[in-house]
């Protein structure tokens, strides 16, 4: 195994990942990334003096026992990192406010009966049945395939709930009671509850809720920055500018991959680690990644983001202020959705905010705080048609300081020493992710578990990792693919 080589295009958390134990077992890896830094989506950049996280605020699975850990442990890093526990997430509706207990799911679900006493029966049997189906998926899938074809009677609550939306789930639990619907949608997706998959929550739930979530010390970069170093220490190389801009193949196979600088990269495996739609376009040969069952082109991709990076005055901060507060401006999650993807936010707004400085103050100047405005927004073709100019996003800006000042007392704008922001289009233009996806593809019906692209392609020796494919999207999920690819190659 050891003589075998692989490269990985793309050093996100997928290719990062990937590379790291491939390295560590003694193959001989190349990973090439478009950016002068890897880390794609997992970075984070200094600012006089203050550190801001570029996109992600929290990371799940970071105990011992969990996956994600596991690939730590394998790595030897599993010491370097030091994961603060998130406490609890303040979510503001219009009317009402609940603080959400993330520990486990017992204690997200107490959360929940407190704020909704007479909802407590109902709470506690879509809590089982939740939990159940969680651990029914993660049986399933690790199942033989004799098992799996059992399917209806060995895991009949995944079989029955297989095709459920979340909201048919809710409606059937709650029926019609939009304020608790909407605080169960409070999970880190971008979906509605009539779209999202009751199988991507169940997971969720068995693997996020399980035992917390945690921010890395010194900010997320320290994750995607300590896999690098890993991939150095063991001989592996890392090439930044390295665009990829053909994808040679050949007879089923991929004979080299090159760079837009002309060089060119051999290898015995390839892993594609970025937006498979556009990988799919840099083949020579020009063929389908997949065949028709994984069609890329029939997938839909998550909304994307409007980010502001705030560097505020300690003092401008209220009293108890959390790490975590999520801000939604509309009643009803499903109008909240439509008004995020078509860019018109007096219809619906949910913007996250975050101050990593809370739980590690070496990452703001003292008396001072590193804050991140997270604003789920369009792709990057619609919010550009709506804010086409920088006044546009000016006038937004403004507003949505207002919208946060007028909901929970905090005036960002008169106290920040300065802001800088991206958009869906820096995003696109960042990470080449479709439209600026947060999360890849949807957790849409039909786009979790089985029904995401598998890690094998259609040639022989091409792997596709990341947030489009499976398991699922988010930094765990996407450091997942990158073990799994490792593991087939190490099998062969
Ligand atoms: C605003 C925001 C907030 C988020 N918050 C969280 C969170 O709190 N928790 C969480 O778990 N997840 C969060 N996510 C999602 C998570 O960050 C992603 O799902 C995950 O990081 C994706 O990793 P990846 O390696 O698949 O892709 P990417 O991070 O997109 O990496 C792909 C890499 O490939 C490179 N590349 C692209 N094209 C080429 C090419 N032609 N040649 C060479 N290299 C190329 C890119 O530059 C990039 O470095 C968030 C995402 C966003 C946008």
């Given at each position: 195994?050891?003589?075998?080589?692989?490269?990985?295009?793309?050093?996100?958390?997928?290719?990062?990942?990937?590379?790291?134990?491939?390295?560590?077992?003694?193959?001989?890896?190349?990973?090439?990334?478009?950016?002068?830094k890897t880390g794609g989506y997992v970075t984070g950049f200094r600012r006089h003096g203050f550190y801001f996280d570029a996109t992600g605020a929290f990371l799940a699975a970071c105990k011992p026992g969990s996956e994600f850990h596991a690939i730590f442990r394998e790595l030897g890093i599993a010491e370097d990192l030091d994961f603060l526990p998130i406490p609890a997430i303040r979510n503001i509706y219009p009317g009402f406010e609940i603080q959400l207990d993330y520990r486990n799911p017992a204690a997200y679900v107490d959360s929940l009966a407190q704020r909704f006493p007479p909802a407590r029966e109902a709470l506690a049997a879509y809590s089982r049945l939740t939990a159940k189906l969680g651990r029914q998926f993660l049986a399933f899938e690790k199942a033989p395939l004799w098992k799996k074809v059992l399917l209806p009677l060995l895991y009949p609550t995944l079989f029955r709930c297989?095709?459920?939306?979340?909201?048919?789930?809710?409606?059937?639990?709650?029926?019609?009671?939009?304020d608790i619907i909407h605080a169960l949608s409070a999970l880190p997706t971008t979906l509605p509850p009539s779209q999202l998959s009751y199988i991507f929550v169940a997971v969720l739930w068995a693997?996020?809720?399980?035992?917390?979530?945690?921010?890395?010390?010194?900010g997320m970069v320290q994750v995607t920055d300590t896999l690098r170093r890993v991939i150095l220490a063991h001989g592996g190389k890392v090439q930044t500018d390295q665009e990829i801009s053909l994808i040679k193949n050949r007879d089923n196979r991929v004979e080299a991959v090159l760079s837009r600088d002309g060089s060119r990269h051999e290898a015995d495996w390839y892993i594609g680690a970025m937006n498979p739609i556009r990988g799919q376009a840099l083949?020579?040969?020009?063929?389908?990644?997949?065949?028709?069952?994984?069609?890329?082109?029939r997938y839909t991709v998550s909304p994307s983001a409007l980010l502001f990076y705030v560097a505020l005055n300690g003092e401008a901060l209220p009293a108890d202020w959390p790490y975590f507060v999520s801000l939604h401006t509309s009643e009803d999650a499903e109008m909240e959705a439509e008004a995020i993807n078509r860019g018109i936010y007096k219809n619906g707004l949910h913007l996250v905010i975050t101050t990593p400085s809370l739980l590690d103050p070496q990452l703001a100047p003292a008396g001072c705080h590193a804050m991140k405005i997270l604003v789920h927004a369009p792709h990057a073709s619609v919010f550009a048609e709506e804010f086409p100019d920088k006044a546009d996003i000016d006038r937004l800006q403004a507003e949505i300081f207002a919208i946060i000042k007028e909901k929970t007392g905090l005036d960002a704008a008169s106290h920040?020493?300065?802001?800088?922001?991206?958009t869906p289009r820096t995003l696109l233009e960042r990470t080449g992710n479709e439209e600026g996806a947060m999360y890849g593809f949807d957790s849409a019906l039909g786009q979790v578990g089985p029904g995401r692209p598998p890690l094998a392609t259609r040639l022989d020796n091409l792997l596709w990792i990341g947030h489009y494919n499976r398991p699922a999207h988010g930094i765990v999920g996407s450091a997942l693919s990158g073990c799994f690819a490792a593991n087939i190659i190490s099998s062969k």
């Open positions: 195994m050891a003589d075998q080589s692989v490269v990985i295009m793309g050093g996100g958390m997928a290719g990062l990942t990937a590379a790291a134990l491939l390295s560590k077992r003694g193959l001989q890896v190349t990973l090439l990334e478009k950016e002068e297989a095709r459920h939306s979340h909201g048919t789930i809710l409606q059937r639990f709650f029926k019609g009671n939009q693997k996020v809720l399980r035992d917390g979530v945690f921010y890395p010390r010194g083949l020579a040969e020009s063929m389908p990644l997949y065949s028709k069952v994984f069609d890329l082109q920040s020493l300065f802001t800088i922001r991206a």
